[in-house]
């Protein structure tokens, strides 16, 4: 079946330092959303990514769409301790949704 | 205000006894989710519904039912929980024409 692999599982920075988390799914994706999850909350929608090569920006997160669909990113930018929290990519399969395993993002002040 | 419920929040049981968990949606959204998240696996989908009366498996249905009678609801039913169904269950929305789901608040079932 489908998988969608996400790495690091884990990433400590220091604030100000920027942030990567990387999606590699095994099949050709429609879209790919990411979500974000606060310790102790549920997870929240980011952004919708539907063409290749498309990148979008909010405020300091960047996230790209690979040119072959099958994979994505999210870069924050000088990081910030209300960053903290885990993030998702998620895609569908079928009328299914896979979601990565997620990255929890840890920022030292 | 747009939202998604659960009930109960936290939940403590024991191998067997059956229960449900609750998911109502005030969007008017067609497609609802139930997932579950373990520590290293992130979310995993359990079942989903695109609208009454139609519901399908998610990844990891076994143990688990649900029903769609209403638009609005989308229960989970656990008929005879185990241990192995210790975990953080979320409910979800979203429309057919745009992936962005929303979440409820989670639920936390401890089965002993």
């Known amino acids: 079946g489908q998988q969608v692999m996400q790495i690091p599982q884990y990433q400590h920075v220091q604030e100000g330092e920027d942030f990567t988390t990387y999606c590699n799914s095994s099949?050709?994706?429609?879209?790919i959303q990411w979500y974000k999850q606060r310790p102790g909350g549920h997870p929240v929608f980011l952004i919708q990514?539907?063409?290749?090569?498309e990148v979008k920006k909010q405020k300091r997160l960047t996230f790209q769409f690979g040119e072959a669909k099958k994979n994505s990113s999210l870069h924050i930018t000088a990081t910030q301790t209300t960053d903290v929290g885990t993030y998702f990519c998620?895609?569908?399969?079928?009328?299914?949704?896979?979601f990565g395993a997620g990255t929890r993002l840890f920022v030292k002040a | 205000e747009a939202q998604v419920t659960q009930n109960p929040r936290y939940l403590i049981t024991v191998t067997g006894k059956k229960l449900t968990v609750t998911c109502s949606q005030n969007m008017n959204h067609e497609y609802m989710s139930w997932y579950r998240q373990d520590p290293g696996l992130g979310l995993r989908q359990i079942y989903y519904s695109m609208n009454v009366e139609v519901t399908d498996k998610g990844d990891v249905p076994e143990g688990y039912k649900v029903s769609r009678k209403e638009k609005r609801n989308f229960p989970l039913i656990l008929e005879s929980p185990s241990p192995n169904q210790t975990s953080l269950y979320f409910c979800a929305s979203r429309g057919m024409t745009y992936n962005e789901q929303f979440f409820g608040p989670g639920t936390r079932l401890t089965v002993l």
């Open positions: 998620a895609g569908p399969w079928g009328f299914k949704t896979i």
């Open positions: 099949t050709t994706l429609s879209n």
């Open positions: 990514l539907v063409k290749s090569g």
